[in-house]
């Protein structure tokens, strides 16, 4: 089975539900705010992707949620290897997250028996944060955000980014074999 990585990030409140200044205070007072960590999720566009990472041990699953992905497939039609422009600083900090939560899958070193990724590589997924492109994507129903970043600045933020996060995981990689 051939999975695909295309990963997308959906608000949980959607940017409607900050249109009215009253609701977006109360939201910011329970701590949601509509460009932050804690109101975008990352899922996989693949369903059998978003399968695969359902069906995984308790383990990669608790990593890839520590990371912010949800089990579900994001139901988006992009072109492969693309994401919404609008959310690249929230690809560029998923990525961020899966290097700084690699300490979650050590004890994957010391395990028993080997551990089941249900299908997913890791390694393909790498490659697509290392390669993927912004593309803006029209708005169906909601306002344009105000201040967006060009594909090309982004871009270039982020595959600094991930060259850093590679040169880690390939050093946690060798460091689990051995």
């Known amino acids: 089975m051939t999975l695909k990585y295309d990963v997308d990030v959906h608000y949980i409140m959607p940017e409607s539900a900050f249109a009215d200044p009253k609701n977006a205070e109360m939201l910011k007072l329970a701590g949601i705010e509509l460009n932050t ?3 975008c999720v990352a899922k ?3 369903p059998k992707t978003a399968a695969a ?8 699953k608790e990593f890839f949620s520590a990371c912010g ?3 579900i497939p994001s139901g988006l039609t992009l072109p492969a290897g693309t994401f919404d422009a609008k959310f690249d600083d929230h690809i560029t900090d998923v990525a961020r997250r899966m290097q700084e939560n690699m300490s979650l899958l050590d004890p994957i070193k010391n395990a028993e028996k080997p551990v089941n990724w249900n299908g997913l590589n890791f390694g393909e997924l790498i490659q697509w944060f290392s390669t993927c492109q912004p593309i803006a994507v029209p708005a169906l129903d909601q306002p344009e955000q105000a201040q967006r970043r060009t594909p090309e600045k982004s871009t270039a933020g982020m595959v600094s980014l991930v060259k850093v ?3 880690g995981l390939v050093g946690y990689a060798v460091y689990s074999v051995i």
């Open 37 to 39: 960590r804690g109101n």
């Open 44 to 46: 996989f566009r693949d």
């Open 53 to 60: 990472l359902e069906g995984a041990d308790p383990i990669i």
């Open 69 to 71: 992905f949800a089990f």
């Open 165 to 167: 996060a590679l040169l």
